[in-house]
Nanobody
Framework: QVQLVESGGALVQPGGSLRLSCVTS????????MGWYRQAPGKERELVAV???????TYDESVKGRFTISRDSANNAVYLQMDSLEPGDTAVYYC?????????????WGQGTQVTVSA
């Protein structure tokens, strides 16, 4: 059974840093590229960073140069280092395969982790 468990979100001041973690189970980590998504209040969920099995990374323009995605194959984990945080980064952050893992015809998501950037 696939599970995605995100953690590390917090309230942080503008300019601050956070490191998000995602532990996966169910066998998806080794066969898929992984991504971090975020959903801000009233907005659609968006993909902000992707890392392939070969550790090739891509980023949305809004986070390029500030966020760094990485993966740990020994622990089936994906991380997102977020620096120079801005209020516009406030959102619930989710990890998933890219594109999202589907089960029974629907996208599967974990519970996410809340990041709030505010003074």
């Amino acid at each position: 059974q696939v599970q995605l468990v995100e953690s590390g979100g917090a309230l942080v001041q503008p300019g601050g840093s956070l490191r998000l973690s995602c532990v996966t189970s169910g066998g998806i980590f080794s066969v898929a590229q992984m991504g971090w998504y975020r959903q801000a209040p009233g907005k659609e969920r968006e993909l902000v960073a992707v890392i392939s099995n070969g550790e090739i990374t891509t980023y949305d323009e809004s986070v390029k140069g500030r966020f760094t995605i990485s993966r740990d194959s020994a622990n089936n984990a994906v991380y997102l280092q977020m620096d120079s945080l801005e209020p516009g980064d406030t959102a619930v952050y989710y990890c998933n395969t890219a594109p999202p893992y589907r089960t029974n015809g629907d996208d599967y998501w974990g519970q996410g982790t809340q990041v709030t950037v505010s003074a």
